[in-house]
Nanobody
Framework: VQLQASGGGLAQAGDSLRLSCAILEGTFRPNVMAWFRQAPGQEREFVAAIRMNSGISYYRDSVKGRFTISRDNPKNTVYLQMKSLKPEDTAVYYC???????????????????WGQGTLVTVSS
C-alpha cells in the first residue's frame, strides 16, 4: 500500500493550508484514515481521523474548530483543511490508514497499518 501526502509548505500565522493523502496502490480498504504530526524534538501526536464509511471525525483538542478532516471515498483520499494556523502547528504531518480501528484506539499510532512519507508544514509568527 502506497500513500502519498501533499500540500505542506510555509505559512504565516493565521493562514490556511490543505493537506491531501491518497492511497495510490493496493487493494487495502481502510475503515479509518488519520493525520498525525511530529514537531522537531517531539513525539508523534494524533491530529485528526475520519471513518471512511460514516464520515465521523475525531480531533485533538488543540485543533478543534481550526482543522477539518474530510474524505473522498471514490478517490481513496483524505484531506486536512487547516485554518488559523499557529506556529505550534509546525510539524511534519503524516497520513495513516488502518482497518478495524476501534474508537478507543483512534488516537494511537499503533492502530494504523500504513503510513505516508510526511509533508512539512511550517508556520511563522
Amino acid at each position: 500500500v502506497q500513500l502519498q501526502a501533499s500540500g505542506g509548505g510555509l505559512a504565516q500565522a493565521g493562514d490556511s493550508l490543505r493537506l491531501s493523502c491518497a492511497i495510490l496502490e493496493g487493494t487495502f480498504r481502510p475503515n479509518v484514515m488519520a493525520w498525525f504530526r511530529q514537531a522537531p524534538g517531539q513525539e508523534r501526536e494524533f491530529v485528526a481521523a475520519i471513518r471512511m464509511n460514516s464520515g465521523i471525525s475525531y480531533y485533538r483538542d488543540s485543533v478543534k474548530g481550526r482543522f477539518t478532516i474530510s474524505r473522498d471515498n471514490p478517490k481513496n483520499t483524505v484531506y486536512l483543511q487547516m485554518k488559523s494556523l499557529k506556529p505550534e502547528d509546525t510539524a511534519v504531518y503524516y497520513c495513516a490508514v488502518g482497518s478495524g480501528v476501534i474508537t478507543s484506539s483512534i488516537g494511537s499510532d499503533r492502530a494504523y497499518s500504513y503510513w505516508g512519507q510526511g509533508t512539512l508544514v511550517t508556520v511563522s509568527s
